[in-house]
C-alpha cells in the first residue's frame, strides 16, 4: 500500500471513530447507519499546463538595438521550424537585431552596421516576452563574420555545396 493510501485509509479511520463516539456511549460494531457518515476528501491532482505552439509573425524584427547601417540579410527557411536569427557584433546576447522566420518563409533584415556576425535560435513555443523558445531548444551560429557592406543571403538548412559553416553554441 503506497503513503497516499495509507494515509486516506488512516482519515477514514479516525473520522469513523470520532464521529462515532459522543457523549461517554460506545460505538456499535455493527452496519454504519446514515446518522455518523464519515466524509473523505481525496487529494487530486492539478492538471497538466497545456502544451503551448506560440509563434512569432513572420519577418518581425523583435528585437532592435542599431540598426542604422546599410547592410542587408536575405533569410531563406527551407526547414519546418521556426528561427529567430540574431544579427550582432559581439555578444548575441546583445544585438542588433533579432528577427523571426517562419518554417518554410523568407524575411528580410535591413540596416545592418559594420561586421556583424548571425546567430540562430529554433525551438517550440515562442515567448514574445522573453524572446525565447520553451522547448526543443537549439542555438548555433554562422562560423564566418559578415560585412555589412555587402547584402547577404542565408539560407537555414544543411545544403550540399554550401559555403558556409555553423557551430552548436551555448544558450543566449
Partial sequence: ??????????????????????SGRSVDAGPASNS???????????PAAPVLNRRGENGAVVQQDGLVGAGKLDIVNGNSDDFAVVVTNGDPKKPQATIYVQGNSNATLTGIDGTYYVYLKTGKDWDEATLAF???????????????????????????????????????
Fill in 134 to 172: 520553451t522547448r526543443e531548444r537549439e542555438f548555433q551560429k554562422f562560423d564566418d563574420p559578415f560585412d555589412g557592406d555587402s547584402d547577404w543571403e542565408i539560407t537555414l538548412q544543411p545544403s550540399i555545396g554550401g559555403n558556409a559553416s555553423t557551430s552548436d553554441v551555448p544558450s543566449f
Fill in 1 to 22: 500500500m503506497s503513503n497516499r493510501q495509507w494515509y486516506a485509509v488512516s482519515a477514514i479511520a479516525v473520522a469513523l471513530l470520532v464521529g462515532g463516539c459522543e
Fill in 36 to 46: 455518523s457518515k464519515a466524509t473523505t476528501t481525496v487529494p487530486t491532482t492539478t
